[in-house]
Nanobody, 124 residues
Framework: QVQLLESGGGLVQYGGSLRLSCTAS????????MGWFRQAPGREREFVAG????????RYADSVKGRFTISRDNAAKTMYLQMTNLNVDDTAAYYC?????????????????WGQGTQVTVSS
């Protein structure tokens, strides 16, 4: 029963930056692979970024590579998504996810636990 809580979303101007956080209640946080997904109205949920439990492997969607950086602080049981150079296509609800896989994966089937989401809106 992993509880995940996202924060850091909000309204940002085109080209701006935001940092999302995801804090887990589980003491075994360090053993989970973690990921960020996003979903805009009328669109399917898509993978954004993932990070393995040992921080040795990260994966990014092509659409965010070079702009977003995923990281985690296992001692704080927190995962971060640093987003820069935001554009209107980044507008979506962003969800934190956790799974038992060793490596980061882009497919949502590898993730078992999900947060409630935090809204990111990029204005033009």
């Amino acid at each position: 029963q992993v509880q995940l809580l996202e924060s850091g979303g909000g309204l940002v101007q085109y080209g701006g930056s935001l940092r999302l956080s995801c804090t887990a209640s589980e003491t075994t946080f360090s053993t989970y692979t973690m990921g960020w997904f996003r979903q805009a109205p009328g669109r399917e949920r898509e993978f954004v970024a993932g990070i393995s439990w040992n921080e040795n492997h990260t994966r990014y969607a092509d659409s965010v590579k070079g702009r977003f950086t995923i990281s985690r602080d296992n001692a704080a049981k927190t995962m971060y998504l640093q987003m820069t150079n935001l554009n209107v296509d980044d507008t979506a609800a962003y969800y934190c996810a956790a799974g038992n896989a060793i490596m980061a994966h882009s497919n949502s089937r590898y993730y078992t636990y999900w947060g409630q989401g935090t809204q990111v809106t990029v204005s033009s």
